[in-house]
């Protein structure tokens, strides 16, 4: 997601329908693979969440991410079919971007936000996952927070339903190796291949907390100054709005559970290219000039959940 920086500052709102007309996929985005994981169309089968009112899709503002990740040899489609036993047993990497409850679709981001998924659907996935599936969890701003929050809660995860912002950027966050970035083999990539990543860019997302006891390996950690914003209407701020201190609180994470492994992540614009604005004139993920290495990240992202990258 993007945030318009005078919203914070000056408290004034903007509506999602607004936010969500603006935004749309960069498909002049061309990526570039340096050394491809698998041959073209051999790769592990990744799909792309559908069915759950997804602000992000295959072939919507995902198709950047579902180019970047066939060029890496993935087999990537699309699915619109509720989680169950039978639709997950031919994938080896689902990926959830910003799903939603009917209740808030059609840019209903208003308070309550009940769950995207269902409870079979959240016993589905975590017995995927303990057999040895790999999940990408991704869940932006409110209230795509909320409709995350049980199935996070499923392995441990602790999603706060705001916007994490902070005094400095407001929410567009620049992770380095010396501030947010933390040690792990999805920062290094593969032995003998010039994967590393030393900075990445948010552009206005969640955050969610972990239990260190909980088989998880931190990976972006806000900045102390961040506070979780949490509007009852997403994009309208106001002193009488409720928010809560970030210090401590993760933007991703990768958790190993069972025989499988999921990285969370708590920005959705960082794993595309996409534009906003009325001329398309503000980039956002692999494409923004502030964000060189985002792609690379999130090809490592793949190749961990994947079991090319070691555990820790």
């Not at 309550?112 to 959240?122: G, L, M, N, V, W």
């Not at 969890?137 to 409110?142: G, K, P, T, V, W």
């Not at 088989?215 to 100054?225: I, K």
């Not at 002193?239 to 025989?259: E, F």
Request: proline fraction near 6%; avoid cysteine; aromatic fraction near 8%.
């Amino acid at each position: 997601m993007q945030l318009h920086r005078t919203l914070l500052v000056a408290g004034l709102s903007l509506s999602p329908t607004a936010t969500g007309a603006q935004q749309v996929p960069d498909t002049a985005f061309v990526p570039r693979v340096g050394a491809p994981a698998y041959a073209s169309g051999e790769g592990p089968r990744v799909v792309i969440d559908g069915a759950h009112a997804n602000f992000h899709t295959v072939d919507g503002r995902y198709s950047p991410f579902a180019k970047l990740v066939s060029r890496d040899g993935y087999r990537v489609s699309g699915s619109r079919e509720p989680f169950s036993d039978a639709m997950l047993a031919s994938v080896d990497v689902l990926v959830i971007a910003n799903a939603l409850n009917a209740r808030n679709a059609n840019d209903n981001w208003v308070l309550p936000t009940p769950s995207a998924f269902t409870d079979d659907e959240i016993t589905a996935v975590r017995k995927w996952v303990n057999a040895g599936g790999a999940l990408l969890l991704i869940a932006d701003h409110m209230p795509f927070g909320g409709a995350a929050e049980n199935l996070g809660a499923a392995f441990g995860i602790q999603w706060l339903n705001g916007f994490a912002f902070d005094a400095r950027q407001n929410g567009n966050y620049r992770y380095s190796r010396s501030e947010g970035i933390h040690r792990h083999p999805i920062f290094s990539g593969r032995a003998g291949k010039s994967e590393r990543v030393d900075s990445l860019v948010a552009f206005t997302g969640s955050a969610f907390w972990i239990p260190e006891a909980n088989g998880s390996a931190p990976l972006l950690t806000v900045p102390a100054d961040t506070r979780v914003v949490m509007p009852r209407v997403a994009w309208q701020f106001g002193d009488s709005v409720a928010s809560l201190p970030g210090k401590g609180l993760l933007q991703a994470a990768a958790l190993r559970v069972a025989k499988g492994r999921i990285v969370a992540a708590g920005e959705a614009a960082m794993f595309s290219a996409q534009r906003a604005g009325a001329q398309g004139e503000n980039l956002m993920g692999f494409n923004a000039p502030t964000a060189p290495q985002n792609a690379q990240f999130a090809l490592n992202v793949l190749h961990w959940l994947s079991g090319l990258l070691p555990a820790r």
